[in-house]
């Protein structure tokens, strides 16, 4: 139990998690061009390079994040995303420890995430900066530009 949610890995194949999933990618494609969203589908984040969590408050799902893990000592976090229920209540910095504390205890020195500059993201990006997270070179096949902001945590 993490800030009164429990987080537990997989879970994607529960209607809630894949309903939010789904909605994230949605408003991702609404705000920004096609070839800046780069939130994953279910079937990707099923894949074996990629452990998924879901952070819940009894039985709602309260937020949803990823570890895709790039190499042995780099990981990225991907589809981080709060429940609207859950905003501003703690779900998203719930699911962020959790992944942080995964990252450390899988040996990563690195954590890199990609998230949007629009203003929907500046929640998002606040959330990063509290955490140490800082703005750094792109990284993969990024590219920062008006859409995309690459953020990195030294672990």
């Not at 992944?99 to 450390?104: E, G, P, R, T, V």
């Amino acid at each position: 139990m993490t800030s009164g949610f429990e987080i537990r890995e997989g879970a994607l194949d529960q209607p809630q998690v894949k309903d939010l999933l789904s909605a994230h990618l949605q408003e991702m494609h609404r705000w920004s061009p096609a070839c800046k969203v780069h939130a994953m589908p279910v079937e990707r984040l099923q894949q074996p390079d990629v452990t998924f969590f879901a952070a819940w408050q009894g039985e709602d799902l309260a937020a949803v994040g990823a570890l895709k893990q790039i190499d042995d000592a780099r990981c990225e976090i991907k589809s981080m995303r709060a429940a609207p229920a859950f905003r501003g209540r703690g779900a998203g910095e719930a699911i962020l420890v959790h992944l942080l504390a995964q990252a450390k205890a899988r040996g990563c020195n690195w954590i890199g995430l990609e998230t949007g500059r629009h203003e929907e993201f500046i929640p998002a990006q606040r959330l990063y900066q509290k955490h140490g997270f800082t703005e750094c070179e792109p990284f993969g096949d990024y590219v920062s530009d008006d859409f995309s902001l690459c953020m990195e945590l030294r672990l």
